[in-house]
Each structure stands twice: as structure tokens, then as C-alpha cells.
């Protein structure tokens, strides 16, 4: 999952534990059958969108992936379990005061255990690919380059890809979703120390390529490298939890470290991509790229400078990261504000980045409309609201602050990638949080008609883009699986489209999840 911590929120998730023990007696009252994830009576309410149907009758392509996504620390758990090695989020979850509800991700939705039991669900739902990370201390304990391989981390993932294959699943690996090895942030600072930490990740990126990359052709370097920068170093809500706010943060510098920590995640990126290329694209005749976080920006009214704003918003949240691995340079306007803040790239470097993607990553879940005159930096100076001139909202509220319904920003975001990069998007995450689905009792839950209605106005939104506007979508993973431990929020927010009772460790498939493969049985070619 994306920024979920990037803006404040409103309240913090109760836990549910009353209402869990009447599950048992629920759970007979569903059908969880392949008939009724395929053909179920979900709720089908229309968002206030441009859509028209008339931009949405022709399907997709055959070809066209798609499925759900996870990330291995929110799912997995069995953190010191065959010899894994501890990560920065171990060690932050564990702190007092980092997660909302006080809990970690030593069990979370205890993947590691019952990983066959998930693809089974995923078997069941009918989908097409699956987006999963890899835990680099599971692989790689130390996580240096002169550190042993776990090979029972190995033999872990290796499995794990020949039961998605059989169960006719294309595995969409990605390398690092955050959880950076303990050992190397204790080392040398992890990815605020550029010369180490890239040698490292390299290290560790080919280890995988020789295990997996047989039998996987689609790798994502990182995941969201903003909120690895921006939160983690900050803000410092995230793991290593480093900010100037010395209320929040023993060390840290928010002035500083997000604009290294980015530099050294763009070069390490980069030399992972040039390593596959050189050593593996050829024999494995996979594809390579990264995956970037970042919301569309509207201006908040026609007026010159809240124009300017919305640009500059997108500046500092995508182009941070894309206008160098895909042009080759930072944005104007971010060098403008950081000034010798910003690290430059040698040509050296530059050569290794450019054009280090063989298509664009893309992670987004909302819109903000945006003024100018704002104090916050890591937002380009730029203001976000919800709510228009007129004062009407954009969307539906979701369980995050930071997070409402817009389809139609979805849509000018998948245009305005398109036309600036040129590249493949593959959307590899996109989800909503439904407000107080936690303390529901579960039918309540499972019912989850604001997430069917984001979905179906997202979906259209998909179908316009490639069809109306010739934009190159090639997947869609909405995010998530199924609940799980959502970083500093806990377990109170749910993204999943399966319902996780925490306390059995039980799923239940939701309406969004009969929904969604429903929509791409009927709008995908066969």
C-alpha cells in the first residue's frame, strides 16, 4: 500500500474483537463458491463521473494482465521464522507509539504459513497475475553484499512461484516493498549512505534474478520510492523513522535525508535494471521497471497560480522519480525549491539512469485539488483539499483522511503518464479504504459498497483510456488481496478485497472481490 500516512488523519481505527466471535454463525449465512465470486449480486453503484458507456463497450486485450496485489511484510509475519533476518520495520512496528493500534507485523495475515490456502482463494477468483514482494532480509538475513543467502528463504519464494504457475498465475515480483534489511541500516545508515547501499541492493536484485528469473518476466525494482524517502525520512512515520521532529525522531534531518535517501533509491534502481539487461534479459526475456506512487492534481480554481500549483504538486510526487528514469533529468521547479539540497546526478550516472524502465509502474488512489501558497515541501509548497469552491466534495470519504472516490482524476492521470512518458503502464495498485470497516460486524463488512462503487468507476475509468484515449494500459492490480497490516495505520484500515478475521486468521471474499472478477470476466477478451 501507497502514502497511508502521508496526510493526517481523523481518527484512530477501533479494534473489532466483539463482533468476531459471531463469525462462525455468519460464515453459513454466505457463499464463498466459484459461482458466487463469478456470477454474485454485488451492489452496483454508479460514481458521479464523465464516464459515458458508450467509452467503455469494446474489451480489453487478451493479453492484459490482471489480479491483486500484496506486499511480503504486510502479509507474511513469521518474522524469525527459517532464518529470516530482521528488517526496519520490525523494529519500528515493535516501538511503542509507531503503529496507530499499538500492534506489529510479527503474525500479520500469516502468509508465510498459509501461503497454499492464498492461492488457492486467488485460484478461485479467477485471476490472471499476481503482484507479491520479496522480503530481502528473508533472502539475504544481513542483507550485504558479502552476507550469506538463506537458501530456506529461497526454497520459500521458489515454491511459492511453481504453485502460482501451476494454478495458472503469472507471478509480477517486485524486489523491495520498504522492508530494508536491520542490518544495513545499523551498517551504514542504509539508503542514506548512496556507495554502500547500491552495491548492496544490486547485490541482492541478482541473487533473484538467478533464483526466480526462470520462471518470472515481470520484476518492479521498488515500490513507491516517495514514501520510502518521504515518510520514512521525512516525515518520519515510516520505518527507520529518522525526522527533525525530535518529539517524534532521536535523529533525522527532514531538511536533507528524503532528497538523498530518493537519489540513492534511483541509483540503485538503475543499476539493478543495467544488471538485468547485461546479464539476464536475454536468456529470461523478461521486462524490468519501477513503481511510483502519486495522486492526480487538479488546480483548485482557473486562476494562473493554483494552475501552476497542481503542476508543481506533480513535480514533487511523480516527477521526482520519473523525470530522470525516464528523461533523464530532475524537475525544473524541484530544483528551484531544494536547490544544492537536491543531489545531482554525474554523466556517468546519468547514462545508468535514463531510460532505466521498460514500462511505467504507476500506484495511485485519489485526486487532490490543489492551491497554491502551501508551507509543506515535500507537497512542492502546494495545499491539498477535498472540497471545491462550491463547497461540495470530490467523492466518497474513505477510512483515510487522505484518500476520496474520483474516477475521473484516474483517468486524467492515466493520460497525462501516458503523454509524458510514452512508456507501458502497468497499474499496479489502486484501492479504497471503507470508513469504519473495521468495528462492522462481518456481513456489514463483506457488504462494501463504497469500494464496489470506487472500482466501478475506476474500471470504466480504464476502459475510456485505452479505448476513447489510446492511452497503453497493460495491467491492473487494485490493492489489496485481502487486509492486512497496513503499516503505521496497524490492522484497523482495510484495503482488501478478502476479509481477514485477524483472530483465526480466516478470509471471506468481499463484495469489491465478486465484483472485480466479475468486471474482468466480462471486459477482458479471452
Given at each position: 500500500m501507497g502514502n497511508t500516512a502521508s496526510r493526517p488523519r481523523s481518527r484512530v481505527p477501533t479494534s473489532n474483537a466483539e463482533n468476531k466471535k459471531d463469525l462462525a454463525r455468519q460464515e453459513t449465512?454466505?457463499?464463498?463458491?466459484?459461482?458466487?465470486?463469478?456470477?454474485?449480486?454485488?451492489?452496483?453503484?454508479?460514481?458521479?463521473?464523465?464516464?459515458?458507456?458508450?467509452?467503455?463497450?469494446?474489451?480489453?486485450?487478451?493479453?492484459?494482465?490482471?489480479?491483486?496485489?500484496?506486499?511480503?511484510?504486510?502479509?507474511?509475519?513469521?518474522?524469525?521464522?527459517?532464518?529470516?533476518?530482521?528488517?526496519?520495520?520490525?523494529?519500528?512496528?515493535?516501538?511503542?507509539?509507531?503503529?496507530?493500534?499499538?500492534?506489529?507485523?510479527?503474525?500479520?495475515?500469516?502468509?508465510?504459513?498459509?501461503?497454499?490456502?492464498?492461492?488457492?482463494?486467488?485460484?478461485?477468483?479467477?485471476?490472471?497475475?499476481?503482484?507479491?514482494?520479496?522480503?530481502?532480509?528473508?533472502?539475504?538475513?544481513?542483507?550485504?553484499?558479502n552476507d550469506p543467502v538463506n537458501e530456506r528463504g529461497i526454497k520459500f519464494y521458489s515454491d511459492f512461484i511453481d504453485a502460482l504457475l501451476a494454478a495458472g498465475i503469472t507471478p509480477f515480483v517486485t524486489l523491495y516493498h520498504w522492508d530494508l534489511p536491520q542490518g544495513l541500516h545499523d551498517r551504514y545508515g542504509g539508503w542514506l549512505n548512496k556507495e554502500e547501499i547500491v552495491k548492496d541492493y544490486v547485490r541482492y536484485a541478482k541473487v533473484c534474478f538467478e533464483a526466480f528469473g526462470d520462471r518470472v518476466k515481470h520484476w518492479l525494482t521498488m515500490n513507491e520510492p516517495w514514501c520510502i524517502a518521504i515518510l520514512g525520512y521525512g516525515r518520519g512515520v515510516f520505518a527507520p523513522g529518522r525526522s527533525s521532529d525530535r518529539n517524534r525522531s532521536a535523529e533525522g534531518d527532514s531538511r536533507t535525508e528524503p532528497w538523498i535517501v530518493g537519489h540513492s533509491v534511483i541509483l540503485a534502481h538503475a543499476h539493478a535494471v543495467k544488471l538485468y539487461r547485461e546479464q539476464f534479459k536475454s536468456a529470461q526475456k523478461g521486462q524490468i521497471g519501477i513503481t511510483l506512487?502519486?495522486?492526480?492534481?487538479?488546480?483548485?480554481?482557473?486562476?494562473?497560480?493554483?494552475?501552476?500549483?497542481?503542476?508543481?504538486?506533480?513535480?514533487?510526487?511523480?516527477?521526482?522519480?520519473?523525470?530522470?528514469?525516464?528523461?533523464?533529468?530532475?524537475?525544473?521547479?524541484?530544483?528551484?525549491?531544494?536547490?544544492?539540497?537536491?543531489?545531482?546526478?554525474?554523466?556517468?550516472?546519468?547514462?545508468?539512469?535514463?531510460?532505466?524502465?521498460?514500462?511505467?509502474?504507476?500506484?495511485?488512489?485519489?485526486?487532490?485539488?490543489c492551491k497554491a501558497g502551501g508551507s509543506d515541501e515535500f507537497q512542492g509548497n502546494v495545499d491539498y483539499t477535498f472540497k471545491r469552491p462550491d463547497g461540495t466534495e470530490l467523492g466518497c470519504q474513505a477510512h483515510c483522511a487522505w484518500l476520496q472516490t474520483y474516477p475521473d482524476g484516474f483517468r486524467a492521470l492515466l493520460?497525462?503518464?501516458?503523454?509524458?512518458?510514452?512508456?507501458?503502464?502497468?497499474?499496479?495498485?489502486?484501492?479504497?479504504?471503507?470508513?469504519?470497516?473495521?468495528?462492522?460486524?462481518?456481513?456489514?463488512?463483506?457488504?462494501?459498497?463504497?469500494?464496489?462503487?470506487?472500482?466501478?468507476?475506476n474500471t470504466k475509468a480504464v476502459l475510456a483510456a485505452v479505448n476513447e484515449d489510446g492511452v497503453d494500459i497493460k495491467a491492473y492490480f487494485p490493492w489489496s488481496f485481502m487486509d492486512n497490516f497496513e503499516w503505521a495505520d496497524g490492522y484497523g484500515t482495510r484495503f482488501g478485497v478478502t476479509y481477514v478475521d485477524y483472530e483465526t486468521q480466516k478470509r471471506y471474499p468481499k463484495d469489491s472481490a465478486k465484483f472485480l472478477v466479475r468486471w474482468f470476466k466480462d471486459n477482458v477478451e479471452i
Open positions: 449465512k454466505r457463499s464463498t463458491s466459484d459461482t458466487t465470486l463469478h456470477n454474485g449480486t454485488a451492489a452496483h453503484a454508479s460514481p458521479k463521473t464523465a464516464i459515458k458507456k458508450a467509452e467503455v463497450q469494446k474489451k480489453l486485450p487478451k493479453d492484459f494482465l490482471w489480479g491483486f496485489a500484496t506486499a511480503s511484510f504486510q502479509i507474511e509475519g513469521s518474522t524469525d521464522v527459517d532464518g529470516r533476518g530482521p528488517s526496519i520495520w520490525d523494529e519500528f512496528s515493535r516501538t511503542p507509539g509507531k503503529t496507530l493500534d499499538g500492534r506489529d507485523g510479527d503474525v500479520a495475515t500469516d502468509s508465510y504459513r498459509l501461503w497454499k490456502d492464498d492461492i488457492a482463494l486467488l485460484k478461485q477468483y479467477g485471476i490472471k497475475s499476481y503482484r507479491f514482494s520479496l522480503s530481502w532480509s528473508r533472502i539475504i538475513p544481513l542483507g550485504g553484499r506512487n502519486g495522486d492526480w492534481a487538479m488546480p483548485y480554481d482557473n486562476t494562473p497560480e493554483n494552475i501552476a500549483a497542481a503542476q508543481h504538486a506533480l513535480d514533487f510526487a511523480i516527477g521526482w522519480f520519473a523525470d530522470p528514469v525516464y528523461l533523464g533529468h530532475y524537475p525544473a521547479y524541484m530544483k528551484e525549491v531544494l536547490g544544492d539540497r537536491l543531489p545531482t546526478f554525474t554523466p556517468e550516472e546519468l547514462k545508468v539512469v535514463k531510460g532505466s524502465g521498460d514500462f511505467y509502474g504507476m500506484n495511485t488512489y485519489t485526486t487532490n485539488l493520460n497525462y503518464i501516458w503523454k509524458k512518458y510514452k512508456l507501458p503502464i502497468y497499474i499496479t495498485e489502486n484501492g479504497f479504504a471503507v470508513k469504519d470497516e473495521d468495528s462492522k460486524p462481518l456481513l456489514d463488512a463483506l457488504a462494501d459498497k463504497d469500494r464496489v462503487e470506487y472500482f466501478d468507476g
